[in-house]
Structures are given as structure tokens and as C-alpha cells.
């Protein structure tokens, strides 16, 4: 025990203390890994789910229409799927506001054929494919009116219906999209902060350093040996 005591001393005296291992140089990898793990399975545990419904319209020429007109008029019908004027016709129907319908709702069209796509979303299946619907019939009703004129006459091809599963992703998912995520962040934390010294390396820059002082005379040895210079000088 007095041994003990007295080591503890010395070390005390000699400034010794104890040194504790840093953390690996790629914690930050599975820490943002399983902090994005994390809050993805919470987004998708909260959030709620989201359902999708399609309807499509196909532009169809009269008789003294060339087909490739028809494809040209889907392209320009598939941009005012979603106007303010189609969106009115389409908002009793739907039964959500104008300013909501708009944001529940998207169209596409295909370059190889006069189809349009109508897709309404909401948190309800039913609601999601009465948006599409109702889109839908607005859009042909708008459009024929002046299917005279432009020799092309929208028709609906399918109607929506209501889906039975959520288009929005899974917890799984949201969990398994949250740990890539998390560990690009990592990695790309890892390439841009500065490289950190190695204790070897530390070691190597500050031994010149103790080497010179070591080599310097000390202040005995110098006093000496200044004192023997000058007694020879005195002779």
C-alpha cells in the first residue's frame, strides 16, 4: 500500500497523467448511418399514408384529321390538364378546393401516343381516384366543345379507381432510404474535414525539438567553460 501511495506521487510530481484513446477516424460513417436508420423509420411511422389513382384520356382525330394532329393536340390538352379553367369545371365533382386541387393532382402525356394520364392523390383511395375522375371529365368536356374546330375529341379510355395500397413508401422503406442517406452524409463528412496527425506523427515533429535542447550545454558546463577561455587568455 505504501508503495502504491508513493508511485502515485511520483507520477503526480512528474506531471504524468493519463491519456485516453481517441475515437476511430471514421466514427462519423456509422453514426450518421444509424442517425439517418433512425429518423427515416420515424417519417414513416408518422407520416401518413399517401394513395394514388389514374384515369386516362385519349385524343381521337375525325375522319378529315391526320392521327399525328390528334398526338400534337394530347400534348397541348395534357398541359391545361391542370389549369385554372380545368380545375373549376372539375372542383364540385372532386369536392375539394380549387387551391388544394391543384396540388393534388398531376398529368402526363407520352410522345409515342395521344394518351393522357390523370392522376389525383390524397390520403384517402376513394377521394384520390374522385379527383382523377373528375379531372378527367372535365378536361373531355372542356376540350370537345371545341372538338369542331380542332378535329379532335377527348375520350375517356379508363376510369380511376380506388387503389387498396398507399403509393407513399413503407417505414421499411423510409428506414432503409434514412441509413443511405446517413451514411453518404458520413462519408462525405469524412473526405471534407482535414486529415488528423497520427500520434506517431506527433511524436516525429516534436523530437527535433527535444533533440536541440538536449544538445544545448548546460549552465554549469557553460560558466566552465567560459572561465577556462578566459584563463587561458589570461596566460
Given amino acids: 500500500m505504501a508503495d502504491t501511495a508513493d508511485q502515485k506521487k ?12 481517441p475515437p ?4 462519423p460513417l456509422p ?20 394513395y394514388a389513382a389514374t384515369s ?18 394530347a400534348q397541348a390538352y395534357g398541359r391545361i390538364a391542370t389549369s385554372s379553367s380545368t380545375l373549376a369545371y372539375a372542383q364540385p365533382r372532386a369536392g375539394v378546393g380549387a387551391q388544394q386541387l391543384r396540388t393534388q393532382v398531376r398529368a402526363e402525356t407520352s410522345p409515342d401516343s395521344p394518351m393522357i394520364a390523370i392522376t ?11 379527383i382523377a375522375n373528375a379531372v378527367a371529365d372535365a378536361l373531355s368536356l372542356s376540350s370537345n366543345q371545341a372538338a369542331k374546330n380542332t378535329g379532335v375529341q377527348l375520350l375517356l379510355f379508363s376510369q380511376a379507381v380506388a387503389p387498396t395500397e398507399p403509393a407513399s413508401p413503407s417505414a421499411s422503406i423510409s428506414a432503409a ?9 458520413g462519408g462525405l463528412w469524412l473526405l471534407a474535414r482535414p486529415a488528423r496527425r497520427r500520434p506517431a506523427e506527433q511524436d516525429e515533429t516534436e523530437r527535433p525539438a527535444v533533440e536541440e535542447y538536449a544538445s ?5 558546463e557553460h560558466s566552465e567553460h567560459s572561465e577556462t577561455k578566459e584563463k587561458e587568455s589570461v596566460r
Fill in 31 to 50: 453514426a450518421c448511418a444509424l442517425l439517418g436508420l433512425a429518423a427515416g423509420g420515424v417519417y414513416g411511422v408518422l407520416k401518413a399514408p399517401e
Fill in 177 to 185: 432510404v434514412g441509413l443511405c442517406a446517413g451514411g453518404l452524409l
Fill in 24 to 27: 476511430p477516424a471514421w466514427w
Fill in 10 to 21: 511520483s507520477d503526480h510530481r512528474s506531471g504524468k497523467k493519463r491519456r485516453f484513446l
Fill in 56 to 73: 386516362y384520356v385519349v385524343a381521337v382525330p375525325n375522319e378529315t384529321t391526320e392521327p399525328a394532329t390528334a398526338q400534337g393536340f
Fill in 120 to 130: 389525383g392523390t390524397s390520403k384517402s383511395a376513394s377521394e384520390a381516384a374522385d
Fill in 216 to 220: 544545448l550545454p548546460a549552465q554549469g
